[in-house]
């Protein structure tokens, strides 16, 4: 089976090379100009939160390269918080495009904003981690109104904080993203809500720092909040080159291989179909998001088109969702 670590390593691999393509005389297109799409930079060396759209932006570069040229993919010099991230994609200077969780605010300014979940909404799927001594309190949790009497955790500019706070859950917010793993294990909330790409790279990469902090096993959110690339108005060549060579690798199903290849080690290890699924509505969800479109979308009870036929979690297990 791919590991993880194998499918990042692998996929860093065609990252790079890609973005060496574009620099060997003879491969590029010499009549174009050269395309440079220049991204957010991570927190930090261990965020990995980015690895995979980075790489996803790589392969539909290259997928355009007969129509639009070469490429070239660069980084902003430092993070930067949503708020900056959002005035410096208007500028197009530092950063010009971004793979987000959407935000009304960003879908209602002037950048372009592609509509196609990156990650076909798998990030709409949220485990904790809690403290370890606290797994019981949560394996006893039976439906959305007790587990809104606990505190969780989240960051302060992000997408899901502003969904749990109208749908009134309890939260304590901080703009220090490492700072609410020590938070968390210090007691000044109950549980972490990450997202399914997030959570068992994070604790893995942080599991001997704080060993007190465990995955919670027994239940998991859904809310829809698609993650999209958003791209600077300055670059609306870039935008267009993206958008087309993201509908193209859909089409012939290299979107979805991508997908697999790196997201399957994690959908085997949050073992759908032993948990408690309380979905929730999003509220600020635009209503342009593309949820009539099944192909953009992973769900664990549907089965899939083309090969790969097999639910994750086919028959009597979908009736394991919570209301």
């Known amino acids: 089976m791919l590991t993880l670590g194998k499918a990042r390593n692998s996929l860093l691999l065609s990252l790079v090379s890609s973005f060496v393509l574009s620099f060997v005389p003879g491969i590029a297109n010499v009549a174009h100009a050269m395309d440079v799409a220049i991204l957010d930079a991570p927190v930090n060396e261990i965020d990995k939160r980015n690895d995979y759209t980075n790489i996803l932006l790589t392969q539909i570069l290259e997928r355009t390269r007969a129509k639009y040229g070469p490429f070239r993919v660069e980084y902003a010099p430092s993070y930067m918080y949503r708020d900056r991230l959002l005035t410096e994609l208007q500028r197009g200077v530092v950063v010009n495009v971004t793979a987000k969780a959407t935000r009304p605010d960003w879908e209602e300014s002037d950048l372009i904003t592609l509509r196609i979940p ?126 087309e060579g993201f509908k193209l690798m859909i089409k012939d199903g290299s979107f979805d291989k991508l997908f697999l290849q790196y997201h399957q080690p994690l959908i085997d290890r949050a073992d759908f179909c032993s948990r408690r699924i309380f979905r929730l509505e999003n509220p600020l969800l635009s209503d342009k998001t593309p949820l009539n479109k099944a192909e953009y979308w992973y769900d664990p009870f549907r089965k899939r088109p083309g090969r790969n036929t097999k639910a994750t979690c086919p028959g009597p297990a979908a009736r394991k969702q919570a209301p």
Do not use: C
């Not at 439906?143 to 904080?161: M, N, Y």
């Not at 109950?190 to 027994?218: N, Q």
């Open 118 to 243: 990156v990650d076909k909404g798998i990030t709409e799927y949220r485990i904790a981690l809690i403290r370890a001594d606290d797994q019981e309190r949560f394996s006893r949790i039976t439906d959305i109104e007790d587990l809104k009497k606990l505190t969780l955790g989240v960051g302060h500019a992000w997408s899901t904080r502003q969904v749990f706070q109208t749908l009134n859950f309890k939260y304590e917010a901080a703009a220090d993203w490492e700072g609410l793993y020590k938070m968390l294990v210090a007691g000044r909330f109950d549980y972490f809500p990450r997202a399914l790409s997030e959570v068992f790279v994070e604790y893995d990469d942080r599991k001997s720092t704080f060993p007190g902090m465990a995955i919670e096993k027994s239940m998991m959110l859904y809310f829809p909040l698609p993650k999209y690339f958003f791209v600077s108005p300055q670059n609306p060549r870039l935008a267009a080159r993206i958008e």
